[in-house]
Each structure stands twice: as C-alpha cells, then as structure tokens.
C-alpha cells in the first residue's frame, strides 16, 4: 500500500540507483499468512526470569511467514552498523538467527527471508535518513547498508548474505 511507497521513495533518496519497484514488487509476491508481530527486533525481546517476553504488539497483524524473520535479520545487522558491535558483528549475529530458526522448522523460505531483510534494511535506512532530515543533520552514512540489502534481494539463503558481509 501507501506504505510501501513512502519506504521506496525514502529509500530511493538515501540509494539512487537501486531497483525500487523491484523490491515492492518482492515484498508484495509474499503468499500465505500467519500471525505476525510486525516489529520483532532485539528491543521488543524482553527477558523475564526464565521466561522471554515478546512486548511491543502495536504492529501485529497476518502477514507472510518470512516478514518477522527477516526483519529480526535485517535490524540486528542495522542496529550492528549503528553503534551495537557494528555492521559485521550485526551480520554474524543474523547469520547465527537464521540458522537457529531454520533448524528449529522455521517455515520461511530463503528466497522470501532474503526479500524481507531487504526490506527491513531499507525501511530502517529510510527511517535514519528521516530522522537526520528532520534534525538538520547530514545523513549517516547508509551506503553499506544498501549494499547488504541489494545482495539479499534476488538472494535464495540469507546466512549466504549475511555471511559475505561478515
């Protein structure tokens, strides 16, 4: 819808040259939902004794299997490049997400996990470049990011992607 238009044209201002309409075109072939969380990140993770609370459910509708999988890939390495471990040590720790996910029966398929971190990945750069903009401020630097979201999209594993960034 509308909101995928804004990321791509958001997006499209922070990385000329990538293949916008592409990756609406893959976030949208998405068949078959499920519940999801719609914001699943580290920081809605919230552990509690010996249980884990999964907190911040604003964003909760049926969406694709591979929509909360990939956006927990694409925002550990985002959070990675910005001030956690940095981009690899983000990449190693998504890498190491999705093969616990895939070993435990995650239903995800590669392909789609790919486009959805390709996703992810964009909407958090579209998000800081927003934000910088708003503040006055030049835009942090994001071109790294980019990069790891155009080799995910097309991608059919994304431990592969995530590998070569690490």
Request: proline share 5%; hydrophobic share 55%.
């Amino acid at each position: 819808g509308a909101g995928l238009e804004r990321l791509a044209g958001a997006a499209a201002r922070a990385a000329p040259g990538l293949a916008l309409d592409d990756v609406v075109a893959a976030a949208r072939a998405g068949r078959g939902a499920v519940a999801s969380h719609g914001d699943f990140h580290v920081k809605n993770v919230a552990p509690h004794g010996r249980a884990t609370w999964i907190v911040d459910w604003d964003a909760f509708a049926a969406r694709e299997p591979a929509f909360d999988v990939g956006d927990a890939l694409g925002q550990l390495v985002v959070m990675g490049s910005f001030g956690h471990g940095g981009r690899v040590r983000g990449a190693r720790a998504a890498s190491a997400f999705w093969r616990a996910y895939r070993d435990a029966g995650g239903t995800a398929a590669g392909p789609r996990a790919c486009v959805q971190l390709a996703r992810a990945v964009l909407q958090s750069v579209a998000y800081k470049v927003e934000l910088a903009a708003a503040a006055g401020d030049e835009p942090p630097p994001v071109a790294p990011l980019v990069v790891v979201a155009r080799a995910a999209l097309g991608a059919d594993d994304p431990a592969a992607v995530l590998d070569a960034v690490a």
